[in-house]
Nanobody, 126 residues
Framework: QVQVEESGGGLVQAGGSLRLSCAAS????????MGWFRQAPGKEREFVAV????????YYADSVKGRFTISRDNAKNTVTLQMNSLKPEDTAVYYC???????????????????WGQGTQVTVSS
């Protein structure tokens, strides 16, 4: 299993952009599907985006589609979430997660991810 750590959160005005990074350690990173989730105060953790282990396919929550882009660099063991046109409702702690198993297909369920980072705060002011 891989271990992951997020970075890149911060405070931004509505309409602005942020780039979140997730650094992974451990063997066989390129065999793990990677996801981003977020949790706002008082709300449950929700799916944001996922990228297949090969990088060939991605999927997004409807709320971020067209604004966020997930990508990965298997040579550098990193996953990136580019967030554009940010809205106040995007404010949350963002988590990077690695799938529980290798070569796992897409999942939007948190229980299918076995390794989580500590999270990074994203705050969007209106």
């Amino acid at each position: 299993q891989v271990q992951v750590e997020e970075s890149g959160g911060g405070l931004v005005q509505a309409g602005g952009s942020l780039r979140l990074s997730c650094a992974a350690s451990g063997r066989a990173f390129s065999s793990y599907t990677m996801g981003w989730f977020r949790q706002a105060p008082g709300k449950e953790r929700e799916f944001v985006a996922v990228i297949r282990w090969s990088g060939s396919s991605t999927y997004y929550a409807d709320s971020v589609k067209g604004r966020f882009t997930i990508s990965r660099d298997n040579a550098k063991n990193t996953v990136t979430l580019q967030m554009n046109s940010l809205k106040p409702e995007d404010t949350a702690v963002y988590y990077c997660a690695a799938s529980s198993g290798q070569f796992q297909y897409f999942s939007m369920r948190a229980q299918d991810y076995g390794s989580w980072g500590q999270g990074t705060q994203v705050t969007v002011s209106s």
